[in-house]
């Protein structure tokens, strides 16, 4: 299989494609059925290489020839030839916009979009992110309800509600859907998409912690495989149910949890944030996001627990009420957005 140098098909790939793009796209799959799978492919490989570079803080250089190879270039990963270096520009800046834009719903989204209708014109959606250190409410056309947790972004067309409710997930959100019968309510991650007819649930989908967990409130819900899933089983969640599962081996867990922990698990967007058994490790990650600051915790401390209800505290007083209930004596430091987080040896002597 060749790799793509057109123009029109990078910019397809990327999200920029004009109406002119989409026509010439139109006129390069007429030519040969074939090349509908090799679109496929090349999707599939375009999205594999944004998502891993999201995750490891976008190299764009390695992101392309990793792309190269995936789609059948003789070339390995690590290195490409000079004939390859005109198009690595273009693929650089196409990968650096899919890092700002969530990659890993934005393919699929265009994939079956594209290539189910074949339609030439360029699709118009309407983009939500939320930047570190916020969170927002977003209402939607149909009368449902999003809230959208730091460092998320919500996305769907703007003919959403229409002939169906479709929208696209990286981060974390809170729904609260509409009921209307005939057009289930879809969101769409990059391990599974959700569907609901008229329910509350949260879902947390981060591409930088490769673990897709959702928690159904009231109602119930339908989970089968997302894009970049390749397998999973459908599953249905009733009303108290957590679904947790890792990119790493695709097998979801099915907890039944209790109504108050339930409902701690969308506290975050309450004013009385709510935290019960916590690894420290884990809770530094979601501090990170609520701050917009960069934590690192020691190897003695991560696998500490911590159980506690922040309100409109500071970072810094936030990490005095952790400081204040963890088993073992620990100290913080703060500098600018970095804070290390470490048993203190002192008192430990102690």
């Known amino acids: 299989m060749n790799y ?3 123009e029109y098909i990078i910019n397809f790939l990327s999200r920029k494609e004009t109406p002119e793009d989409a026509r010439k796209l139109k006129e390069w799959l007429a030519v040969d059925p074939a090349r509908r799978n090799e679109l496929k492919q090349w999707l599939a490989a375009w999205d594999y290489a944004g998502m891993a570079d999201v995750a490891q803080k976008l190299d764009p250089e390695k992101a ?3 792309f190269l190879f995936r789609v059948g270039a003789e070339v390995k990963p690590e290195a490409a030839p000079k004939r390859f270096q005109i198009d690595a520009s273009v693929f650089k800046t196409a990968l650096r916009i899919a890092a700002i834009f969530i990659i890993s719903f934005s393919l699929g989204m265009l994939s079956q979009y594209f290539l189910a209708n074949n339609q ?3 699709i118009a959606f309407v983009e939500n992110m939320v930047p570190l250190g916020s969170k927002s409410e977003i209402k939607l056309p149909d009368g449902s309800t999003v809230w959208l947790n730091a460092g998320s972004a919500l996305r769907y067309p703007t003919d959403y509600g229409k002939t169906q409710r479709s929208i696209f997930l990286e981060g974390e959100g809170y729904f609260t859907v509409s009921q209307q019968i005939n057009k289930p309510f879809t969101v769409h991650t ?3 998409n959700i ?7 949260n879902v947390k989908a981060y591409a930088d912690d ?3 967990e959702m928690t159904v409130i009231k109602g119930e819900l339908a989970v089968e495989k997302g894009e970049a ?4 089983d459908r599953t249905l969640l ?3 149910q957590k679904l947790s599962v890792a990119a790493s081996d695709l097998q979801p867990t099915i907890t039944q949890l209790e109504p108050d922990i339930a409902g701690i698990e969308a506290s975050w967007k309450e004013r009385y944030w709510r935290i019960e058994g916590e690894r420290l490790q884990d809770l530094a990650v979601k501090l990170e996001r609520r701050y917009d600051a960069s934590i690192t915790v020691d190897e003695l401390s991560k696998d500490m627990r911590f159980s506690g209800t922040f309100e409109n505290e500071t970072l810094e007083q936030a990490l005095n009420l952790i400081q204040q209930t963890l088993p073992l004596p620990t100290l913080y430091h703060i500098d600018g957005r970095n804070v290390d987080i470490r048993v203190d040896p002192k008192r430990m002597g102690n």
Do not use: C, D, I, V
């Open 120 to 122: 030439p014109e360029q």
């Open 190 to 192: 990059a391990l599974a």
């Open 238 to 240: 009733k009303s108290g």
């Open 210 to 212: 490769n673990m897709l």
């Open 4 to 6: 793509p140098t057109e």
């Open 195 to 201: 569907t609901a007819l008229g329910t509350e649930f």
């Open 229 to 232: 899933a390749s397998a999973f």
């Open 64 to 66: 392309y020839h990793r």
